[in-house]
């Protein structure tokens, strides 16, 4: 079985794209019918995060069934490894880790498979940048100079992330508020793990304004675009 992590603080505005995209990931022909559980870590939602879950479960299935759980850590470090304990008590052979606001390729999963290693680091791509106005130009074409989006790149994001046992030699995730991805990562390198830094799985993210982590993509954006020229 294959194990997808969504972790979620108040996402009732992107969460039914990502789960489409992940449920069309989970059906992808080469995967060949096996079983992907995708679990959404709502964490301290007080908005309808969970109803938009519920939709989806209800049309889940043996080859994807999608299901929600709450906790209240308001901490994604925590929300991801509850998650991902989760899917190893359920057997998952494989762990992938997307966000709330991004939307994964139909490819996602196969691609990721297909490197035949224990870690894969994805990129991300924007495709719009309107919620950042009259910056949005400024920022597509900051991002098209400072971002590798190539194989060989070193960008590490939760977002587009997979993992197979290795995860757990490697301590799994910390209980971090941010960069809880890269400890991890860190913590796989020094394992001894087999990397992929790999764009060929392919997801889309937001450059949303209400950034969820400080230090994250989305407040990365952010401080770009406060130092900015009026």
Partial sequence: MIGIVIPAHNEQSYLDAC??????????????????????????????????VARHAARSDGQCAIAG????ARNVGVARAFGAARMVEMGARWLAFTDADTRVSPAWLAMQLSLGVDVVCGTVAVDDWSPHREHGAALSAHFARSY????????????NLGVA????????????????????????????????????PRVATSARRDAKARGGFGDTLLRYVAGLPA
Avoid: K, M, N
């Fill in 148 to 159: 590798t989006d190539a194989d060989g790149h070193r960008h590490i994001h939760g977002a």
């Fill in 165 to 200: 046992a290795a995860y757990l030699r490697a301590g799994g995730f910390e209980p971090l508020a941010c960069s809880e991805d890269v400890a991890l990562v860190d913590a796989l390198e020094r394992s001894g793990a087999r990397f992929a830094w790999s764009a060929a």
């Fill in 69 to 72: 759980v709450a906790v209240q």
């Fill in 19 to 52: 789960l489409s995209a992940v449920a069309a990931a989970a059906r992808h022909p080469t995967l060949e019918g096996e079983a992907v559980r995708v679990l959404v870590v709502l964490d301290a939602c007080s908005d309808a995060s969970a109803a938009v």
